[in-house]
């Protein structure tokens, strides 16, 4: 009797870590296609999340891109050590940066990715909720096609999770830090899933 007493308490706390994550494509594929001649320069991720987080996602980033490419992909830091570009590139280039890519690099693809805590209200807050509160989180990805200097792909992947007034918030309850790290790895298992090789 104690272990289905056990079991019960801990399928009601595991549920309640649990929280979707939903993906927006917008207008465009969900695939995106690799092939063996072309380069991928990633630029520096955009995020408020801590320096490990951050280390770990353009890590993470690289490492996927080089193996879909079949290591063609550069990070800012590499793709600077060969080619004549600035040193910030926005997350939504002008058709200027894209230009000064095209004649200054031999890359053919930007990706740029960026996260966002929209909402924080129960990050530091355990117990009951005075008042409704939410934590809010995404990351996007956008590719840039270089040499056509048009954005191609772009994929949203995001979370939340919401307390009532009234309601209790847990331990369990999750940060907008574990937040992005979960819509990052998201997005990132959806490139990998819906990649296309040449």
């Not at 549920?15 to 939903?22: G, L």
């Not at 009951?128 to 995404?138: D, G, L, P, V, W």
């Not at 996007?140 to 056509?148: E, G, K, L, S």
Request: proline share 2%; glycine share 4%.
């Amino acid at each position: 009797m104690k272990k289905y007493i056990f079991f019960i308490f801990l399928f009601i706390a595991l549920q309640s870590c649990y929280y979707p994550v939903r993906k927006d494509y917008g207008i465009y594929s969900k695939a995106l296609v690799f092939s063996k001649d072309k380069k991928w320069l990633i630029n520096d991720i955009r995020t408020g999340v801590d320096s490990h987080h951050r280390e770990m996602m353009g890590k993470e980033t690289l490492q996927l891109f080089q193996n879909l490419s079949n290591g063609n992909a550069y990070d800012l830091k590499m793709a600077k050590a060969g080619n004549l570009i600035q040193n910030n590139i926005p997350f939504e280039p002008e058709s200027e940066d894209l230009e000064a890519l095209k004649n200054n690099s031999d890359f053919n693809f930007l990706v740029n990715i960026y996260t966002m805590k929209v909402r924080n209200g129960l990050d530091n807050s355990i117990g009951t909720q005075y008042e409704y509160n939410k934590n809010e989180t995404f990351t996007m990805m956008d590719v840039y096609d270089i040499t056509t200097m048009k954005k191609i792909y772009s994929l949203k992947a995001y979370s939340e999770v919401s307390v009532d007034k009234d309601q209790k918030a847990t331990i369990f309850t999750p940060t907008t830090e574990m937040m992005t790290m979960k819509n990052f790895r998201s997005l990132l298992k959806s490139v990998k899933k819906n990649a296309v090789k040449n």
